[in-house]
C-alpha cells in the first residue's frame, strides 16, 4: 500500500494520495467509538502506513501535534496494530476493526483488552467475510451525522457480540488462552504451473539467400529465343526452354523476351510460363529471395540418453540456486518441460511400433500372394502333362527335381522373410 499510494514521495500529509482514505476511516471510527464507547481501530493496512508515515517518513515534519498524532494516540492504535495485523491475517477485510474493549478517554493508559473479538476463518460462502456464532446476535445501529455528505444519508454497522461470556466458558473448562501474538511473516504465493502441451520435435529450420541477375539468365536463353523464331514456334525446344526458366529467374528478363516468351507460351498451351510471366510484369535486373528448408533434428534430440543427461545437469544447476523465489520456479517448469519430453518419446515409439506392425502385415500379405501365384502357375503344367501323357505314370526321377526345385524356392521365400523380419526389428531398435 506504500508503494500504491506513493507514500514515499510525500512530503507532508496533503502531499499522501492516501490522506483522503486515512481521514474517511479515522472519521468513521471516532463516530463509531463515540457512539457505541466501544473501541474501534481502522484495518491493518492504512493503519500501518499512517503508523509509518507518523513515526518515520514525517516526523521530523509534523511532529507529535497534529490531526493524525492526536487520533492514533486518542484511540490507543499504537498499542492494538498488532490486533489488527493478527485479524487482517486471519482474513478478516473490513475497513473497521471492533475491539471488545470500553472506551475511557479518561483512562491514563487503556488497557489492552482480555480477548478481542473472535473472527471465524471464511469460507467460500460468505466471500472470505467473517460471521457471527450461531448462538450469538447481531445489533444493527443506524447513525446519523449531520458532518456526513448527502449521499451517506445512513451507515449499518454491524457489532459482534461480546466474547466476554466465551472468555467465562473458557474458564470453567480449566484453562484459558490468551490472544496469539502477531508474527508478520511473508504471504506465501502458490506457484502456477503450466499446463503441459504436447508440441513437437524441434527442427532446424536453415535460410538460403539467393539471388539471380539478368545478364547470367539472357547469356543463356537468347540462343533458345534465336532457334525458336527459325525453328517457326514449332514448339520442339519446349523441353530446353522449360529446363532454364524458373518462376523466379523470369522476373529479371527483358521486355522483348518476355513478349517472345507469351506469345509461344500461349501457342504451346504452357499454363505454367503463362503463370510466372503474369506475376513478372515488373522490369527488374536483379531479384533476390530467400529459400527455407528443414533440416532432420540432430542425434542429440534423437537420443533419450542423451536428453535426460542434459536435464539431470539442469536439476543439478537449478538445486545450486540459494534464491528460493527463482529455483522453486524453475524447477517446476523442469518437471514441465520433462513431461513433455517424455509425452513426446513415448508417441515416438508408439508410432514407430504401428510402422513395424503395418510392415509385418504388408509382408505376409506378400508372401501370400507369391504362395497363390506359384500354385496358380503350377496348374497349367500338370494339365498340359496330362493331355500330353494320359496314361504315362509318374517316375521318381522326374518328381524329384521338381520337389528339390519347390524345396529350394521355399527356402528362398524363408529367408527373404527371415531378413525383412530382422532388418524391421533393427528399425523397431534404433528409433
Known amino acids: 500500500m506504500c508503494k500504491e499510494t506513493a507514500a514515499f514521495k510525500a512530503t507532508g500529509w496533503n502531499g499522501w494520495d ?21 473501541l474501534h481501530c481502522p484495518s491493518a493496512p492504512i493503519l500501518m502506513v499512517a503508523i509509518a508515515m507518523q513515526q518515520v517518513l514525517l516526523y521530523d515534519k509534523i511532529g507529535n501535534y497534529d490531526k493524525v498524532s492526536h487520533f492514533l494516540r486518542d484511540f ?107 508474527i508478520r511473516r511473508p504471504l ?29 539468365i539472357m547469356e543463356h536463353l537468347q540462343p533458345l529465343l534465336d532457334r525458336l523464331k527459325s525453328e517457326s514456334w514449332n514448339g520442339v525446344i519446349q523441353r530446353e526452354i522449360m529446363q532454364v526458366l524458373t518462376d523466379k529467374n523470369v522476373k529479371v528478363l527483358t521486355t522483348a523476351a518476355k513478349s517472345i516468351l507469351s506469345m509461344w507460351a500461349a501457342k504451346s498451351d504452357n499454363t505454367a510460363l503463362l503463370s510466372w510471366l503474369e506475376q513478372a510484369r515488373d522490369d527488374v535486373e536483379v531479384f533476390q529471395w530467400t529459400e527455407r528448408y528443414i533440416e532432420s533434428a540432430p542425434s542429440a534430440w534423437l537420443n ?28 517446476a517448469k523442469m518437471n514441465v518441460l520433462r513431461d513433455i519430453f517424455d509425452r513426446q518419446e513415448k508417441s515416438h515409439k508408439e508410432e514407430t511400433l504401428n ?26 503344367i500338370n494339365g498340359f502333362d496330362d493331355e500330353m501323357d494320359v496314361d504315362a505314370a509318374p ?37
Open 76 to 182: 490507543d492504535c499504537h498499542n492494538k496494530a498488532a490486533t489488527a495485523i493478527y485479524y487482517y491475517e486471519m482474513n478478516y477485510r473490513q475497513e473497521i476493526l471492533t475491539l471488545d474493549q470500553p472506551w475511557d478517554m479518561a483512562s491514563s493508559v487503556q488497557c489492552v483488552p482480555a480477548q478481542s473479538i473472535e473472527q471465524p476463518e471464511a469460507t467460500a460462502a460468505d466471500e472470505g467475510m467473517p460471521t457471527s456464532r450461531n448462538d450469538a446476535t447481531i445489533e444493527v445501529i443506524t447513525l446519523d451525522d449531520d458532518d456526513e455528505e448527502e449521499e451517506e444519508e445512513e451507515e449499518l454497522v454491524k457489532l459482534e457480540p461480546s466474547v466476554a461470556h466465551q472468555g467465562e466458558a473458557f474458564r470453567q473448562r480449566g484453562h484459558e488462552e490468551p490472544m496469539p501474538l502477531a
Open 355 to 380: 510402422s513395424v506392425e503395418r510392415l509385418r502385415m504388408e509382408l505376409a500379405q506378400l508372401h501370400n500372394q507369391m504362395a497363390e501365384s506359384k500354385q496358380t502357375n503350377a496348374w497349367p
Open 395 to 431: 517316375t521318381p526321377k522326374k518328381d524329384k527335381p521338381k520337389a528339390e526345385n519347390k524345396k529350394k524356392k521355399k527356402k528362398g521365400e524363408k529367408k527373404v522373410y527371415e531378413a525383412g523380419r530382422k532388418r524391421t526389428h533393427q528399425q523397431m531398435e534404433d528409433s
Open 188 to 216: 506465501s504465493v502458490p506457484i502456477s504451473v503450466p499446463t503441459p502441451m504436447a508440441v513437437p520435435m524441434p527442427s532446424l529450420v536453415r535460410e538460403t539467400h539467393k539471388q539471380v541477375f539478368r545478364a547470367d
Open 304 to 331: 533419450s540418453q542423451s536428453a535426460h543427461t542434459v536435464f539431470r545437469d539442469l536439476d543439478a544447476m537449478i538445486a545450486g540456486i540459494p534464491q528460493s523465489t527463482i529455483r522453486v520456479p524453475l524447477g
Open 18 to 38: 492516501g490522506f483522503p482514505t486515512l481521514l474517511k476511516v479515522m472519521e468513521k471510527t471516532e463516530r463509531l467509538t463515540r457512539h457505541t464507547q466501544m
